[in-house]
Each structure stands twice: as structure tokens, then as C-alpha cells.
């Protein structure tokens, strides 16, 4: 089955801290990508970033950067220096080659609030 | 003009209304999809197309009937709703391979009163 946890329900930080989201995914499939959105007050869902399983290598833009493990399952994004404009629902997704319909499955999300 | 653009943005109906939902693509996408969001859960998904052929039906109930009339429009007919149905609606629209990501539209939030 394909599942996807964000632990993080609710994070509050102050500008300028730096705050690491949390995603650990299940999946069986070999082949298979992640992704990370953010919802904005607005509702629309941006997207981040894509990583497939077969490259590991961290990646940084800017002030968010991606931390892949397949050893533990982990995809976890991290804010360098907050700031209110960060304020929004950060959700996870994966979806693998085996998948019917190749649709996303998403994380319950993690709403991070960065007040000034 | 945004890439995908969801009409209307607010919607209130009665459970014993018949409404629909609109969604357009101008990304020249091969695949569209419907989430639902609720409060404290995951978003669902609902609906996948791809090139105008349903591929996936979660389980969602009939009260709710998707229509994909071409690759850039999809529409969500509602009728007979229970007030549990509302949530925010959201269309999405990828290129349909499992390695691309999908772009969203800004959602319909719907209640049902």
C-alpha cells in the first residue's frame, strides 16, 4: 500500500528560525517519485519539488532544501531563515510506477505558521 | 490566465440541488483530476482522466459524477449532497506519467446546507 505520514500537524516558528518539515512514505514499488506543495491562504497547491527513488542527492533553492533517505523513508524539507510569507499548508506526495492512474497521494499536511 | 482555473470559487447548495463544478487546463495536459480536502484529513482523490478515458474511480459515491469532456475541461456534477460533502474541491491537471507533477487550480469550496 501506498501511504504517506506527516507527524507534524502544526509547527509555529519566528522569522528567521529555521524549521524542518517531516514526510515518511511506504511504498513497495521500487520505482517511485516524491513531492512537496505548498497551499497558500489562496487554496491553490504550488509545487516545490520532484525527487525519483534513484537519486539520493540532497538538493537546495534558495532557502528550502531536501533531505532524501530511502534508508529510513524520509523526505524531509527544510525553511532556512522563516519568514511570514512561509505561513502555509506544506503537504508531501508520492506516487510510483506501479500506481494505477499514476495519481498523487498525499500527506495529511503540515501547517506552519511564522510570525514576525 | 492562470494554468488551471476552477469556477466557482465559493459555492453554497441546498441537498436537494443539482450543481456543477468546472475546471479548465491551459497547460496542454493529458491527464485532469479531482481532489476532495476536508478539514484534518488528506486530500482524496476522487477522479483521474486521461486523455478524456476515466482511469480511477475512488470509491466515490454516486451522488458525485465527474464528465471530461475534452483534455482541457472537467466538470463535477453534484447532486443530492450530505452536509459531510463539504470541503474544497480541487481540480489538478499533469502531462500523466507517473514522474510529473501535478498543477492545481485555486479550488471550489463547497457547503452544503
Known amino acids: 500500500a501506498q501511504k504517506v505520514t506527516q507527524a507534524q500537524t502544526e509547527i509555529s516558528v519566528v522569522e528567521k528560525e529555521d524549521v524542518t518539515l517531516d514526510c515518511v512514505y511506504e511504498t513497495r514499488d521500487t520505482t517511485y517519485y516524491l513531492f512537496w506543495y505548498k497551499q497558500p491562504p489562496s487554496g491553490e497547491l504550488v509545487f516545490l519539488i520532484r525527487?525519483?527513488?534513484?537519486?539520493?542527492q540532497n538538493e537546495i533553492s534558495g532557502r528550502y532544501s531536501w533531505n532524501f533517505q530511502k534508508s529510513t523513508s524520509s523526505f524531509n524539507f527544510t525553511i532556512t531563515a522563516s519568514q511570514v510569507v512561509d505561513s502555509a499548508v506544506y503537504f508531501c506526495a508520492l506516487s510510483s510506477a506501479n500506481q494505477a492512474g499514476t495519481a498523487l497521494i498525499f500527506g495529511k499536511g503540515t501547517t506552519l505558521s511564522v510570525s514576525s | 490566465e492562470t494554468g488551471v482555473t476552477q469556477t466557482p470559487r465559493h459555492l453554497v447548495m441546498g441537498m436537494t440541488n443539482k450543481k456543477s463544478l468546472k475546471c479548465e487546463q491551459h497547460?496542454?495536459?493529458?491527464?485532469m483530476y479531482w481532489y476532495k480536502q476536508s478539514a484534518k484529513k488528506p486530500l482524496e482523490l476522487m477522479f483521474v482522466y486521461n486523455f478524456k478515458e476515466q482511469t480511477e474511480n475512488n470509491s466515490v459515491p454516486s451522488r458525485f459524477s465527474p464528465e471530461c469532456p475534452n483534455s482541457s475541461h472537467l466538470f463535477l456534477h453534484l447532486h443530492t449532497l450530505q452536509p459531510e460533502d463539504s470541503a474544497l474541491y480541487l481540480c489538478?491537471?499533469?502531462?500523466?506519467?507517473?514522474?510529473?507533477?501535478?498543477?492545481f487550480g485555486q479550488g471550489t469550496r463547497l457547503t452544503v446546507v
Open positions: 497547460l496542454g495536459h493529458n491527464a
Open positions: 489538478a491537471s499533469s502531462q500523466g506519467g507517473v514522474n510529473t507533477e501535478a498543477f
Open positions: 525527487r525519483n527513488s534513484f537519486d539520493e
